[in-house]
Protein backbone atom coordinates (compact mmCIF):
# COMPACT_ATOMS: atom_id res chain seq x y z
CA UNK A 1 0.00 0.00 0.00
CA UNK A 2 1.16 3.16 -0.56
CA UNK A 3 -0.67 6.38 0.48
CA UNK A 4 0.56 10.09 -1.99
CA UNK A 5 -0.77 13.31 -0.60
CA UNK A 6 -1.08 15.60 -3.54
CA UNK A 7 -4.31 18.89 -3.57
CA UNK A 8 -7.74 17.92 -3.47
CA UNK A 9 -9.37 19.74 -6.66
CA UNK A 10 -13.17 17.55 -6.98
CA UNK A 11 -14.40 16.37 -3.50
CA UNK A 12 -15.64 12.62 -3.57
CA UNK A 13 -14.12 9.13 -2.92
CA UNK A 14 -13.43 6.79 -6.17
CA UNK A 15 -12.21 3.42 -5.77
CA UNK A 16 -11.59 1.45 -8.66
CA UNK A 17 -8.68 -0.11 -10.96
CA UNK A 18 -6.50 2.38 -12.08
CA UNK A 19 -6.02 3.32 -16.10
CA UNK A 20 -2.75 4.87 -16.96
CA UNK A 21 -3.09 6.82 -19.72
CA UNK A 22 -0.58 9.15 -21.61
CA UNK A 23 2.06 5.80 -20.91
CA UNK A 24 4.56 7.55 -23.14
CA UNK A 25 5.69 9.39 -19.98
CA UNK A 26 5.38 7.14 -17.80
CA UNK A 27 7.95 5.30 -16.03
CA UNK A 28 7.00 1.52 -15.57
CA UNK A 29 8.40 0.95 -11.52
CA UNK A 30 10.67 -1.94 -11.75
CA UNK A 31 9.50 -4.91 -10.22
CA UNK A 32 11.15 -8.20 -8.90
CA UNK A 33 9.60 -11.36 -9.34
CA UNK A 34 10.42 -15.02 -8.48
CA UNK A 35 12.77 -17.26 -10.27
CA UNK A 36 10.02 -19.52 -10.71
CA UNK A 37 7.74 -16.55 -12.11
CA UNK A 38 10.81 -16.58 -15.30
CA UNK A 39 8.53 -18.52 -17.85
CA UNK A 40 5.80 -17.05 -17.45
CA UNK A 41 6.99 -13.63 -17.67
CA UNK A 42 9.16 -14.66 -21.10
CA UNK A 43 5.59 -16.14 -22.23
CA UNK A 44 3.90 -12.74 -21.74
CA UNK A 45 6.56 -10.73 -23.43
CA UNK A 46 6.21 -13.64 -26.70
CA UNK A 47 2.82 -13.16 -26.42
CA UNK A 48 2.91 -9.43 -26.38
CA UNK A 49 5.18 -9.18 -29.74
CA UNK A 50 3.22 -11.74 -31.85
CA UNK A 51 0.23 -9.30 -30.93
CA UNK A 52 2.26 -6.37 -32.04
CA UNK A 53 3.38 -7.55 -34.94
CA UNK A 54 0.02 -9.00 -36.33
CA UNK A 55 -1.03 -5.87 -35.10
CA UNK A 56 1.44 -4.32 -37.33
CA UNK A 57 0.61 -6.58 -40.33
CA UNK A 58 -3.15 -5.74 -40.21
CA UNK A 59 -3.11 -1.97 -40.34
CA UNK A 60 -0.12 -2.37 -43.17
CA UNK A 61 -2.61 -4.13 -45.37
CA UNK A 62 -5.62 -2.75 -44.07
CA UNK A 63 -4.87 0.96 -45.27
CA UNK A 64 -3.52 2.05 -48.69
CA UNK A 65 -0.55 3.66 -47.22
CA UNK A 66 0.73 5.84 -50.08
CA UNK A 67 3.01 7.98 -47.97
CA UNK A 68 6.32 6.65 -47.75
CA UNK A 69 7.37 8.27 -44.43
CA UNK A 70 4.52 6.29 -42.82
CA UNK A 71 5.79 2.84 -44.24
CA UNK A 72 9.31 3.63 -43.21
CA UNK A 73 7.36 4.06 -39.81
CA UNK A 74 5.71 0.51 -39.84
CA UNK A 75 9.01 -0.53 -41.51
CA UNK A 76 11.35 0.71 -38.82
CA UNK A 77 8.71 -0.83 -36.22
CA UNK A 78 8.67 -3.96 -37.77
CA UNK A 79 12.59 -4.18 -38.12
CA UNK A 80 12.65 -3.98 -34.68
CA UNK A 81 9.62 -6.18 -33.58
CA UNK A 82 11.47 -9.16 -35.59
CA UNK A 83 14.78 -8.35 -34.28
CA UNK A 84 15.82 -11.70 -32.50
CA UNK A 85 18.54 -9.72 -30.86
CA UNK A 86 16.20 -7.00 -29.52
CA UNK A 87 14.02 -9.20 -28.57
CA UNK A 88 17.18 -11.57 -26.42
CA UNK A 89 18.12 -8.39 -24.78
CA UNK A 90 14.89 -7.91 -23.31
CA UNK A 91 14.57 -11.83 -22.39
CA UNK A 92 17.95 -11.70 -20.83
CA UNK A 93 17.35 -9.05 -18.80
CA UNK A 94 14.10 -10.92 -17.14
CA UNK A 95 15.83 -14.14 -16.83
CA UNK A 96 19.21 -12.32 -15.49
CA UNK A 97 17.59 -9.48 -13.51
CA UNK A 98 14.64 -11.12 -12.29
CA UNK A 99 12.36 -8.19 -13.26
CA UNK A 100 8.83 -8.17 -14.85
CA UNK A 101 8.65 -8.40 -18.69
CA UNK A 102 7.16 -4.13 -18.75
CA UNK A 103 10.11 -3.38 -16.99
CA UNK A 104 12.66 -4.76 -18.95
CA UNK A 105 10.82 -3.24 -22.24
CA UNK A 106 10.34 -0.03 -20.93
CA UNK A 107 14.29 0.47 -19.42
CA UNK A 108 15.68 -1.22 -23.03
CA UNK A 109 13.78 0.74 -25.20
CA UNK A 110 14.42 3.55 -23.21
CA UNK A 111 18.08 2.90 -22.79
CA UNK A 112 18.28 2.29 -26.81
CA UNK A 113 15.64 6.03 -27.42
CA UNK A 114 18.26 8.11 -25.64
CA UNK A 115 21.10 6.73 -27.42
CA UNK A 116 19.52 7.60 -30.43
CA UNK A 117 18.31 11.15 -29.11
CA UNK A 118 22.27 11.76 -28.39
CA UNK A 119 23.20 10.90 -32.54
CA UNK A 120 24.05 14.49 -33.79
CA UNK A 121 21.85 13.48 -36.96
CA UNK A 122 18.61 14.82 -37.30
CA UNK A 123 17.30 11.67 -39.27
CA UNK A 124 18.62 9.56 -36.38
CA UNK A 125 17.82 11.39 -33.57
CA UNK A 126 14.29 11.69 -34.95
CA UNK A 127 14.30 7.66 -34.75
CA UNK A 128 13.53 8.37 -30.54
CA UNK A 129 10.20 8.63 -31.05
CA UNK A 130 9.67 5.33 -33.31
CA UNK A 131 11.75 3.33 -30.46
CA UNK A 132 8.97 5.32 -27.68
CA UNK A 133 5.99 4.30 -30.16
CA UNK A 134 7.25 0.44 -30.01
CA UNK A 135 7.68 0.81 -26.41
CA UNK A 136 4.26 1.82 -26.08
CA UNK A 137 2.58 -1.00 -28.14
CA UNK A 138 4.39 -3.36 -26.39
CA UNK A 139 3.28 -2.39 -23.14
CA UNK A 140 -0.12 -1.95 -24.37
CA UNK A 141 -0.71 -5.69 -24.81
CA UNK A 142 1.94 -6.48 -21.17
CA UNK A 143 -0.23 -3.93 -18.90
CA UNK A 144 -3.80 -4.91 -21.51
CA UNK A 145 -6.76 -3.32 -19.87
CA UNK A 146 -4.42 -0.15 -18.18
CA UNK A 147 -3.56 1.34 -21.01
CA UNK A 148 -7.43 0.71 -22.93
CA UNK A 149 -8.29 3.48 -24.66
CA UNK A 150 -10.75 5.86 -22.65
CA UNK A 151 -13.16 6.12 -25.27
CA UNK A 152 -14.10 2.03 -25.52
CA UNK A 153 -14.17 2.17 -21.15
CA UNK A 154 -16.77 -1.07 -20.19
CA UNK A 155 -15.89 -1.08 -16.35
CA UNK A 156 -15.31 1.89 -13.84
CA UNK A 157 -11.29 3.28 -13.59
CA UNK A 158 -9.89 5.91 -11.86
CA UNK A 159 -7.51 7.57 -14.50
CA UNK A 160 -4.11 8.07 -13.37
CA UNK A 161 -1.86 10.60 -15.93
CA UNK A 162 0.80 12.72 -15.44
CA UNK A 163 -1.82 16.05 -16.69
CA UNK A 164 -4.70 15.86 -18.24
CA UNK A 165 -5.88 19.04 -20.79
CA UNK A 166 -9.42 20.33 -19.61
CA UNK A 167 -10.47 19.11 -22.98
CA UNK A 168 -9.61 15.54 -22.01
CA UNK A 169 -11.34 15.98 -18.91
CA UNK A 170 -14.40 17.14 -20.38
CA UNK A 171 -14.83 14.29 -23.18
CA UNK A 172 -14.48 11.74 -19.75
CA UNK A 173 -17.61 9.50 -19.45
CA UNK A 174 -18.99 9.94 -15.42
CA UNK A 175 -20.29 5.94 -16.00
CA UNK A 176 -16.77 5.02 -15.90
CA UNK A 177 -14.54 7.41 -15.04
CA UNK A 178 -14.92 7.60 -11.27
CA UNK A 179 -11.78 9.78 -10.44
CA UNK A 180 -8.44 11.21 -11.44
CA UNK A 181 -4.98 11.68 -10.48
CA UNK A 182 -2.30 13.75 -11.93
CA UNK A 183 0.85 14.26 -11.16
CA UNK A 184 0.99 17.59 -12.30
CA UNK A 185 -1.58 20.87 -12.11
CA UNK A 186 -2.90 23.47 -9.16
CA UNK A 187 -6.38 23.65 -7.55
CA UNK A 188 -7.51 26.26 -9.93
CA UNK A 189 -6.35 24.58 -13.44
CA UNK A 190 -8.94 24.96 -15.98
CA UNK A 191 -9.02 20.73 -16.17
CA UNK A 192 -9.44 21.19 -11.80
CA UNK A 193 -12.18 23.34 -12.72
CA UNK A 194 -14.11 20.81 -14.86
CA UNK A 195 -13.70 18.24 -12.51
CA UNK A 196 -15.52 20.33 -10.33
CA UNK A 197 -18.30 21.11 -12.93
CA UNK A 198 -18.73 16.80 -13.70
CA UNK A 199 -18.35 15.83 -10.03
CA UNK A 200 -15.70 13.63 -10.58
CA UNK A 201 -13.43 13.61 -7.52
CA UNK A 202 -9.85 14.42 -8.72
CA UNK A 203 -6.78 14.62 -6.73
CA UNK A 204 -3.52 16.44 -8.07
CA UNK A 205 0.21 17.53 -7.89
CA UNK A 206 0.97 14.27 -6.85
CA UNK A 207 4.30 14.15 -8.60
CA UNK A 208 5.77 10.69 -9.90
CA UNK A 209 2.88 8.59 -9.55
CA UNK A 210 3.08 6.02 -11.64
CA UNK A 211 6.33 4.46 -11.06
CA UNK A 212 4.35 3.10 -7.74
CA UNK A 213 1.19 1.10 -9.62
CA UNK A 214 1.24 -2.20 -9.76
CA UNK A 215 -0.42 -3.88 -12.43
CA UNK A 216 -3.86 -5.43 -11.13
CA UNK A 217 -4.16 -3.13 -8.08
CA UNK A 218 -7.16 -0.68 -6.81
CA UNK A 219 -6.76 2.79 -6.31
CA UNK A 220 -8.47 5.03 -3.91
CA UNK A 221 -9.15 8.63 -5.16
CA UNK A 222 -10.08 11.19 -2.25
CA UNK A 223 -10.81 14.30 -3.56
CA UNK A 224 -11.91 15.68 0.51
CA UNK A 225 -8.41 15.53 1.88
CA UNK A 226 -6.25 15.22 -1.72
CA UNK A 227 -5.29 11.41 -1.14
CA UNK A 228 -4.56 9.22 -3.03
CA UNK A 229 -4.09 5.07 -1.81
CA UNK A 230 -2.67 2.52 -4.14
CA UNK A 231 -2.88 -0.86 -3.75
CA UNK A 232 -4.87 -0.17 -0.14
CA UNK A 233 -4.70 -3.07 2.17
CA UNK A 234 -7.89 -4.77 3.18
CA UNK A 235 -8.62 -2.44 6.48
CA UNK A 236 -8.18 0.93 4.45
CA UNK A 237 -10.31 -0.46 1.86
CA UNK A 238 -13.10 -1.41 4.14
CA UNK A 239 -12.80 2.04 6.13
CA UNK A 240 -12.88 3.97 2.45
CA UNK A 241 -15.84 2.42 1.53
CA UNK A 242 -17.63 3.46 4.87
CA UNK A 243 -16.79 7.11 4.50
CA UNK A 244 -17.59 7.20 0.46
CA UNK A 245 -20.94 6.09 1.99
CA UNK A 246 -20.92 8.72 4.49
CA UNK A 247 -20.46 10.92 1.94
CA UNK A 248 -23.06 9.81 -0.23
CA UNK A 249 -25.24 10.51 2.49
CA UNK A 250 -23.98 13.76 3.27
CA UNK A 251 -24.64 14.98 -0.21
CA UNK A 252 -27.82 13.46 -0.20
CA UNK A 253 -28.95 15.06 2.64
CA UNK A 254 -27.71 18.12 1.22
CA UNK A 255 -29.95 17.84 -1.81
CA UNK A 256 -32.65 18.42 0.22
CA UNK A 257 -31.77 21.99 0.96
CA UNK A 258 -32.58 22.63 -2.84
CA UNK A 259 -35.54 24.73 -2.74
CA UNK A 260 -35.29 26.40 0.18
CA UNK A 261 -33.43 29.53 0.07
CA UNK A 262 -29.80 30.53 0.30
CA UNK A 263 -30.44 32.95 3.27
CA UNK A 264 -28.47 33.22 6.13
CA UNK A 265 -29.81 32.54 9.56
CA UNK A 266 -31.09 36.40 9.84
CA UNK A 267 -32.82 36.44 6.40
CA UNK A 268 -30.30 38.09 4.01
CA UNK A 269 -31.08 37.07 0.83
CA UNK A 270 -27.67 35.80 -1.37
CA UNK A 271 -28.15 34.24 -5.17
CA UNK A 272 -26.18 31.32 -6.29
CA UNK A 273 -25.46 30.75 -9.76
CA UNK A 274 -23.73 27.97 -11.76
CA UNK A 275 -20.57 27.75 -13.55
CA UNK A 276 -20.60 25.80 -16.78
CA UNK A 277 -18.25 24.52 -19.20
CA UNK A 278 -21.13 22.98 -21.63
CA UNK A 279 -24.99 23.88 -22.38
CA UNK A 280 -25.81 20.89 -20.49
CA UNK A 281 -24.43 21.04 -17.20
CA UNK A 282 -27.34 23.55 -17.16
CA UNK A 283 -29.63 20.73 -15.65
CA UNK A 284 -27.25 20.27 -12.69
CA UNK A 285 -27.15 23.83 -11.76
CA UNK A 286 -31.29 23.83 -11.74
CA UNK A 287 -30.60 19.99 -10.10
CA UNK A 288 -28.85 21.05 -7.41
CA UNK A 289 -30.54 24.47 -6.91
CA UNK A 290 -28.94 27.08 -8.45
CA UNK A 291 -31.03 30.35 -9.59
CA UNK A 292 -29.29 30.58 -12.86
CA UNK A 293 -25.50 30.42 -14.90
CA UNK A 294 -23.23 33.07 -13.78
CA UNK A 295 -20.50 32.43 -15.27
CA UNK A 296 -20.43 29.93 -18.92
CA UNK A 297 -17.22 29.54 -20.19
CA UNK A 298 -17.82 29.23 -24.22
CA UNK A 299 -14.56 28.31 -25.10
CA UNK A 300 -14.97 25.09 -24.62
CA UNK A 301 -17.12 25.06 -27.45
CA UNK A 302 -14.10 25.99 -29.48
CA UNK A 303 -11.86 23.06 -27.38
CA UNK A 304 -13.72 20.19 -27.34
CA UNK A 305 -14.99 20.42 -31.06
CA UNK A 306 -11.63 21.58 -31.83
CA UNK A 307 -12.82 23.47 -34.67
CA UNK A 308 -13.96 27.02 -34.88
CA UNK A 309 -17.74 27.22 -34.03
CA UNK A 310 -19.96 28.62 -36.49
CA UNK A 311 -22.32 31.32 -35.60
CA UNK A 312 -25.33 28.07 -35.51
CA UNK A 313 -23.25 26.38 -32.89
CA UNK A 314 -22.95 28.89 -30.81
CA UNK A 315 -26.68 29.46 -30.86
CA UNK A 316 -28.00 26.07 -30.48
CA UNK A 317 -25.59 26.14 -27.34
CA UNK A 318 -26.90 29.16 -25.86
CA UNK A 319 -30.26 28.30 -26.59
CA UNK A 320 -30.04 25.14 -24.84
CA UNK A 321 -28.42 26.45 -22.03
CA UNK A 322 -31.25 29.15 -21.99
CA UNK A 323 -34.34 26.81 -22.28
CA UNK A 324 -32.93 25.02 -19.56
CA UNK A 325 -32.97 27.29 -16.94
CA UNK A 326 -36.21 28.38 -18.17
CA UNK A 327 -36.47 32.59 -17.68
CA UNK A 328 -33.52 32.37 -15.47
CA UNK A 329 -30.37 34.26 -15.77
CA UNK A 330 -27.39 33.37 -18.33
CA UNK A 331 -24.39 35.48 -18.24
CA UNK A 332 -22.72 34.06 -21.58
CA UNK A 333 -18.95 35.07 -20.72
CA UNK A 334 -16.84 35.77 -24.32
CA UNK A 335 -14.21 33.31 -25.80
CA UNK A 336 -11.78 33.33 -22.86
CA UNK A 337 -9.27 31.30 -25.49
CA UNK A 338 -5.17 30.90 -24.42
CA UNK A 339 -2.77 30.09 -21.69
CA UNK A 340 -4.21 26.71 -20.67
CA UNK A 341 -7.10 26.79 -22.84
CA UNK A 342 -5.83 26.05 -26.22
CA UNK A 343 -7.63 24.52 -29.48
CA UNK A 344 -5.20 23.12 -31.00
CA UNK A 345 -0.84 22.66 -30.89
CA UNK A 346 -0.40 25.45 -33.42
CA UNK A 347 -2.98 27.56 -32.78
CA UNK A 348 -1.22 30.66 -32.60
CA UNK A 349 2.42 31.32 -32.49
CA UNK A 350 4.30 30.15 -29.04
CA UNK A 351 4.54 32.13 -26.66
CA UNK A 352 7.35 32.53 -23.97
CA UNK A 353 4.84 33.86 -21.40
CA UNK A 354 1.25 32.43 -23.09
CA UNK A 355 -0.32 33.63 -19.34
CA UNK A 356 0.51 36.88 -20.14
CA UNK A 357 0.00 36.91 -23.89
CA UNK A 358 -2.38 36.93 -26.54
CA UNK A 359 -4.99 35.38 -24.82
CA UNK A 360 -8.47 36.35 -24.01
CA UNK A 361 -10.22 39.40 -24.79
CA UNK A 362 -6.93 40.29 -26.83
CA UNK A 363 -7.19 37.48 -28.40
CA UNK A 364 -10.72 38.12 -29.53
CA UNK A 365 -9.80 41.85 -30.17
CA UNK A 366 -7.33 41.07 -32.78
CA UNK A 367 -9.50 37.94 -34.37
CA UNK A 368 -12.25 40.11 -35.39
CA UNK A 369 -14.20 37.42 -37.33
CA UNK A 370 -14.16 34.72 -34.70
CA UNK A 371 -15.62 37.33 -32.38
CA UNK A 372 -18.34 38.60 -34.14
CA UNK A 373 -19.64 35.54 -34.99
CA UNK A 374 -19.68 34.84 -31.88
CA UNK A 375 -21.60 38.48 -30.55
CA UNK A 376 -23.98 37.67 -33.26
CA UNK A 377 -24.95 34.70 -31.82
CA UNK A 378 -25.44 36.10 -28.69
CA UNK A 379 -27.67 38.68 -29.54
CA UNK A 380 -29.56 36.40 -31.34
CA UNK A 381 -30.03 34.65 -28.03
CA UNK A 382 -30.95 37.26 -25.97
CA UNK A 383 -34.15 37.40 -27.05
CA UNK A 384 -34.70 34.03 -26.25
CA UNK A 385 -34.75 34.78 -22.42
CA UNK A 386 -32.44 36.49 -19.76
CA UNK A 387 -29.08 37.11 -21.35
CA UNK A 388 -26.10 39.27 -20.07
CA UNK A 389 -22.75 39.01 -21.98
CA UNK A 390 -19.32 39.33 -20.44
CA UNK A 391 -15.70 39.70 -21.54
CA UNK A 392 -13.26 38.29 -19.44
CA UNK A 393 -9.51 39.56 -18.82
CA UNK A 394 -10.59 43.51 -19.21
CA UNK A 395 -7.42 45.64 -18.20
CA UNK A 396 -8.65 48.84 -18.34
CA UNK A 397 -11.38 51.14 -19.84
CA UNK A 398 -10.04 51.52 -23.53
CA UNK A 399 -9.88 47.47 -23.77
CA UNK A 400 -13.99 47.54 -22.91
CA UNK A 401 -14.46 50.51 -24.59
CA UNK A 402 -13.37 48.22 -27.86
CA UNK A 403 -14.80 45.31 -27.30
CA UNK A 404 -18.57 47.04 -26.72
CA UNK A 405 -17.74 49.23 -29.80
CA UNK A 406 -17.77 45.60 -31.60
CA UNK A 407 -20.86 44.70 -30.10
CA UNK A 408 -22.67 48.39 -31.22
CA UNK A 409 -21.41 47.49 -34.62
CA UNK A 410 -22.30 43.70 -34.63
CA UNK A 411 -25.95 44.98 -33.39
CA UNK A 412 -26.22 47.43 -36.26
CA UNK A 413 -25.51 44.40 -38.82
CA UNK A 414 -28.27 42.83 -36.86
CA UNK A 415 -30.46 45.63 -37.76
CA UNK A 416 -29.53 45.62 -41.28
CA UNK A 417 -31.40 42.55 -41.25
CA UNK A 418 -33.94 43.00 -39.18
CA UNK A 419 -32.56 40.24 -36.79
CA UNK A 420 -34.02 41.08 -33.08
CA UNK A 421 -32.03 40.89 -30.26
CA UNK A 422 -32.05 42.83 -26.92
CA UNK A 423 -30.73 46.36 -27.27
CA UNK A 424 -30.69 46.57 -23.51
CA UNK A 425 -28.75 43.48 -22.73
CA UNK A 426 -26.79 43.88 -19.92
CA UNK A 427 -22.71 44.17 -20.89
CA UNK A 428 -20.35 43.15 -18.00
CA UNK A 429 -16.92 42.51 -17.22
CA UNK A 430 -14.58 39.98 -15.08
CA UNK A 431 -12.47 41.84 -12.90
CA UNK A 432 -9.43 39.14 -12.98
CA UNK A 433 -6.31 41.71 -12.86
CA UNK A 434 -4.59 43.98 -10.42
CA UNK A 435 -5.00 46.68 -13.15
CA UNK A 436 -8.81 46.08 -13.25
CA UNK A 437 -9.22 45.69 -9.68
CA UNK A 438 -7.21 48.93 -9.07
CA UNK A 439 -9.61 50.77 -11.76
CA UNK A 440 -12.79 49.15 -10.86
CA UNK A 441 -14.54 52.78 -9.84
CA UNK A 442 -13.32 53.56 -13.55
CA UNK A 443 -14.63 50.76 -14.84
CA UNK A 444 -17.86 50.83 -13.36
CA UNK A 445 -19.11 53.81 -15.00
CA UNK A 446 -19.36 51.66 -18.65
CA UNK A 447 -20.61 48.41 -16.76
CA UNK A 448 -23.75 46.71 -16.35
CA UNK A 449 -22.15 44.29 -13.55
CA UNK A 450 -18.64 42.96 -12.12
CA UNK A 451 -17.95 39.31 -11.80
CA UNK A 452 -14.94 38.85 -10.07
CA UNK A 453 -12.48 36.05 -11.33
CA UNK A 454 -10.23 35.41 -8.37
CA UNK A 455 -8.61 32.11 -10.25
CA UNK A 456 -6.73 34.51 -12.68
CA UNK A 457 -6.77 37.40 -9.98
CA UNK A 458 -4.76 35.78 -7.36
CA UNK A 459 -2.70 34.37 -10.13
CA UNK A 460 -1.55 37.97 -11.69
CA UNK A 461 -1.48 39.71 -8.63
CA UNK A 462 0.57 37.11 -6.33
CA UNK A 463 2.67 36.06 -9.75
CA UNK A 464 2.16 32.51 -9.24
CA UNK A 465 0.73 30.22 -12.01
CA UNK A 466 -2.59 28.87 -11.48
CA UNK A 467 -1.51 25.23 -12.83
CA UNK A 468 1.55 24.57 -11.31
CA UNK A 469 1.99 22.48 -8.87
CA UNK A 470 5.75 23.35 -7.83
CA UNK A 471 3.78 27.12 -6.27
CA UNK A 472 0.54 26.08 -5.40
CA UNK A 473 1.07 26.40 -1.68
CA UNK A 474 1.63 30.44 -2.47
CA UNK A 475 -1.57 30.34 -4.46
CA UNK A 476 -3.98 31.67 -1.86
CA UNK A 477 -6.97 33.91 -1.87
CA UNK A 478 -6.76 34.30 2.10
CA UNK A 479 -3.52 36.72 1.06
CA UNK A 480 -4.10 40.06 2.22
CA UNK A 481 -3.08 41.66 -1.17
CA UNK A 482 -6.41 39.64 -2.80
CA UNK A 483 -8.22 40.32 0.05
CA UNK A 484 -7.97 44.86 -0.48
CA UNK A 485 -8.03 43.99 -4.26
CA UNK A 486 -11.52 42.38 -3.97
CA UNK A 487 -12.74 45.04 -1.23
CA UNK A 488 -12.10 47.55 -3.25
CA UNK A 489 -13.51 46.19 -6.14
CA UNK A 490 -16.92 45.25 -3.81
CA UNK A 491 -16.79 49.18 -2.79
CA UNK A 492 -15.99 50.15 -6.42
CA UNK A 493 -19.72 48.14 -7.45
CA UNK A 494 -21.52 49.28 -4.54
CA UNK A 495 -20.85 52.75 -5.01
CA UNK A 496 -22.00 52.67 -8.84
CA UNK A 497 -24.83 50.73 -7.86
CA UNK A 498 -23.99 47.66 -10.11
CA UNK A 499 -24.16 44.29 -10.09
CA UNK A 500 -21.52 42.58 -8.15
CA UNK A 501 -20.97 38.88 -8.10
CA UNK A 502 -17.83 36.39 -7.70
CA UNK A 503 -17.08 33.55 -9.97
CA UNK A 504 -13.37 32.54 -9.40
CA UNK A 505 -13.30 28.98 -7.44
CA UNK A 506 -13.06 30.75 -3.89
CA UNK A 507 -16.94 30.86 -4.52
CA UNK A 508 -16.99 27.20 -4.05
CA UNK A 509 -14.31 27.01 -1.38
CA UNK A 510 -16.27 26.58 1.88
CA UNK A 511 -13.95 28.24 3.71
CA UNK A 512 -14.49 31.05 2.36
CA UNK A 513 -18.17 31.34 2.21
CA UNK A 514 -18.48 33.40 5.47
CA UNK A 515 -16.23 36.02 4.51
CA UNK A 516 -17.61 37.22 1.17
CA UNK A 517 -20.63 37.60 3.07
CA UNK A 518 -19.30 40.04 5.36
CA UNK A 519 -17.14 41.84 2.69
CA UNK A 520 -20.62 42.51 1.05
CA UNK A 521 -20.84 40.10 -1.87
CA UNK A 522 -24.39 38.56 -2.01
CA UNK A 523 -23.96 36.68 -5.47
CA UNK A 524 -21.61 34.04 -5.89
CA UNK A 525 -21.30 31.76 -9.37
CA UNK A 526 -20.04 28.20 -8.57
CA UNK A 527 -19.22 24.72 -9.72
CA UNK A 528 -23.04 23.27 -9.65
CA UNK A 529 -22.37 19.97 -7.27
CA UNK A 530 -21.15 22.54 -5.00
CA UNK A 531 -24.10 24.60 -4.18
CA UNK A 532 -26.06 22.66 -2.05
CA UNK A 533 -22.93 22.74 0.52
CA UNK A 534 -22.60 26.22 0.32
CA UNK A 535 -26.41 27.07 0.81
CA UNK A 536 -25.82 25.09 4.09
CA UNK A 537 -23.06 27.65 4.91
CA UNK A 538 -25.13 30.46 4.32
CA UNK A 539 -27.97 29.42 6.07
CA UNK A 540 -26.03 28.18 9.28
CA UNK A 541 -24.78 31.46 9.96
CA UNK A 542 -26.00 34.88 10.47
CA UNK A 543 -25.35 37.86 8.56
CA UNK A 544 -23.76 39.68 11.82
CA UNK A 545 -21.53 36.64 12.38
CA UNK A 546 -20.18 36.52 8.54
CA UNK A 547 -19.50 41.24 9.25
CA UNK A 548 -17.39 39.91 12.84
CA UNK A 549 -15.55 37.68 11.08
CA UNK A 550 -14.66 39.62 8.16
CA UNK A 551 -14.12 42.95 10.67
CA UNK A 552 -11.23 40.67 12.33
CA UNK A 553 -9.54 39.28 9.06
CA UNK A 554 -9.02 43.03 8.43
CA UNK A 555 -6.95 43.15 10.73
CA UNK A 556 -4.73 40.24 10.52
CA UNK A 557 -1.53 39.98 8.65
CA UNK A 558 -0.60 36.49 6.83
CA UNK A 559 -2.07 34.29 4.64
CA UNK A 560 -2.15 31.52 7.00
CA UNK A 561 -3.25 33.11 10.13
CA UNK A 562 -6.67 34.12 8.21
CA UNK A 563 -6.52 30.79 6.43
CA UNK A 564 -6.63 29.17 9.81
CA UNK A 565 -9.40 31.67 11.11
CA UNK A 566 -11.77 30.75 8.01
CA UNK A 567 -11.24 27.02 8.46
CA UNK A 568 -12.15 27.03 12.29
CA UNK A 569 -15.04 29.01 11.78
CA UNK A 570 -16.02 26.77 8.80
CA UNK A 571 -16.12 23.71 10.55
CA UNK A 572 -17.81 24.81 13.10
CA UNK A 573 -20.69 25.23 10.70
CA UNK A 574 -20.16 22.42 8.81
CA UNK A 575 -17.77 19.72 9.97
CA UNK A 576 -18.73 17.17 7.33
CA UNK A 577 -17.03 19.08 4.69
CA UNK A 578 -13.39 18.53 6.38
C1 LIG B 1 -11.28 33.22 -12.96
O1 LIG B 1 -10.22 33.54 -13.51
O2 LIG B 1 -11.46 33.28 -11.71
C2 LIG B 1 -12.41 32.71 -13.75
C3 LIG B 1 -13.59 32.48 -13.20
O3 LIG B 1 -12.19 32.44 -15.06
P1 LIG B 1 -11.43 31.13 -15.56
O4 LIG B 1 -11.26 30.22 -14.37
O5 LIG B 1 -12.22 30.52 -16.64
O6 LIG B 1 -10.11 31.68 -16.02
MG1 LIG C 1 -10.14 33.77 -15.66
Given amino acids: MEIRKGIAVSPGIAIAKPMLIDSKDYRIPRRSILPSQRSQEIQRLRKAFATAVTELERVESAQDIEENKI ?17 KRITDMVNKELVTAEYAVSAILREIASHFAGINDAYISERAADIYDIEKRLLVHLLGKQQEDVERLREEVVILARNLTPTQTAGFDKTY ?20 SLGIPAVVALGDLSSEVPPDCVVIVDGNRGVVVIDPDEETRRQYEQYALQMTQFVTKLRELKDLPAQTRDGTAVQLFGNIEFPDESEIVIANGGEGIGLYRTEFLYLYGGQEPTEEDHYSAYAEAIRIVQGKPVVIRTMDLGADKLPHSGWH ?3 TNPVLGLRSIRYCLQAL ?44 DLDEYAVPYNAQMPVGIMIETPSSALTAGLLATESSFFSIGTNDLIQYTLAVDRANEHVSTLFSAAEPAILKLIR ?48 KIIRSATLEECNELSRKVATMDSSRQIRNYLRDAAMRILPESF
Fill in 177 to 196: IKGFATEKGGRTSHTAIVAR
Fill in 71 to 87: RDIFAVHMRFLRDRSFR
Fill in 488 to 535: NVIQDAHKAGIGLSICGEVASDPEFIMLLLGMGVRTLSLAPPMIPEVK
Fill in 369 to 412: PLFKTQLRAILRASVLGDVRVMFPLITNLQELRQAKMILRDVME
Fill in 349 to 351: PNE
